[in-house]
């Protein structure tokens, strides 16, 4: 069984332009989870989806950051016009359906944000 | 989110078995107590978790106090490919409902090094 599934493992984007990252969770789970782990300092979570819903989003940053789930395909997060600040690894987990207290998150190895 | 403690860092020699604290005094009953470790330039990966009763798997052991205010995850022999940021973190319960149960909370975790 494949584990959590992430590209590009290493992106590097120019100031201004777009940066999509792709998650494919587990086989069989419906729940994903965004961190994110700015250079020196820990993982902090951004966003958690199940199919085609965004249920806490409540470490989204405010602008140019959006993340979808959808029916069919990965979940993708999007940076729109990066910015230096955004350079971090970006770590996506997922969970099987019942996301509870009890469950665990399986991490992919995270996909890499340089921008130049 | 009910808050951890945890020490900066630790030390243990090859081998030998580290206990690592986590303190969480103001964990509420329907908390799940959770370790996730992560080693260098890899996502964070579970080790094990527990609600009440002391827990044992391939990886560790979790030995919760009876008030369940600190716990104390145990390698039995650690080993180089030990060494990582060990993260205690607290998670809702789905029946508390809202949306917390979701996301993790990391926080600065424990630096272990072992020493061959």
Redesign the interface.
């Known amino acids: 069984n494949a584990g ?1 599934m992430q590209n590009p493992r290493h992106l590097v984007r120019r100031r201004g332009q777009e940066a999509r990252l792709r998650c494919s969770p587990m086989k069989g789970h419906s ?1 994903v ?1 965004w ?1 994110r782990q700015l250079p020196e300092e ?4 951004m966003v ?1 989806l199940q199919k085609e819903n965004i ?2 989003e ?2 989204m940053p405010k602008e140019r950051f959006s993340a979808e789930f959808p029916k069919e395909g990965p979940s993708i997060l999007r940076i729109q016009q990066v910015v230096r600040g955004d350079s971090a690894a970006y ?1 996506c ?1 997922s969970s099987p359906l ?5 469950n ?7 996909t890499r944000l340089t921008v130049l | 989110d009910a808050k951890t403690t945890q020490p900066n860092s630790m030390e243990s020699n090859e081998e030998e078995p580290v206990h690592l604290p986590c303190n969480h005094s103001t964990i509420s009953g329907t908390d799940y107590i959770h370790w996730y470790r992560q080693l260098p330039s890899q996502g964070p990966e579970y080790v094990i978790h527990g609600l009440t009763s002391n827990v044992n798997n391939r990886m560790a052991s979790l030995a919760i106090a009876e008030d369940r205010k600190s716990s104390t995850l145990i390698l039995h022999r650690a080993t180089l490919r030990d060494a990582a940021v060990y993260y205690c973190i607290l998670r809702g319960s789905t029946n508390a409902g809202g949306t917390s149960y979701g996301k993790l909370t990391f926080g600065q975790g424990t630096i272990l090094t072992v020493h061959p």
């Open positions: 959590v729940h989870y961190y820990g993982l902090k979570f958690y249920i806490d409540s470490g770590f987990a019942l996301a509870g207290g009890g665990e998150q399986f991490f992919g190895p995270g």
